[in-house]
Each structure stands twice: as C-alpha cells, then as structure tokens.
C-alpha cells in the first residue's frame, strides 16, 4: 500500500511520465510510483531514452541490430 502523502500528491495529477535511461529502469526504479498511479486511475506514460545497445558489450552487428530492432519498436 502506497503512503498516504504520495497518493494525496499524485491525486493532483493525470498523468505521470516517467523518463528512463536504460530499457527496463522504469520497472526497477519506478515500479511502486507507477503502480500507485494506476490504482489511482492516472494515464501513465513511460519514455525509456536509449536502446541498451550497449548492454551486451561488443556483438557482431547482426545480433547487435537483432537485439536493438525490437527496443527500438
């Protein structure tokens, strides 16, 4: 259960952006603040800003772009 001042706070919204820097930090850093606005019925949009090609190190260009395509979707 979410405390009882974020939701007096988010109460005030309708919709909550979150911006990610990396595919998958929206849920492993935003997951309560999202869950909360949803229960309280707010639009919420999430806007992740690269597409972790980079997480893998260095790959062929083949499977680097065979990874990256469906992020970038």
Known sequence: MAL????ALLAEFRVLIVLAPHPDDEVLGCFGLIRTAQRLSLRVEVHIVTDGERCF????????CA???????
């Open 4 to 7: 009882p001042a974020l939701q």
């Open 57 to 64: 190190g260095v790959l062929p260009a083949d499977e680097e």
């Open 67 to 73: 990874l990256r395509a469906p992020r970038q979707h």
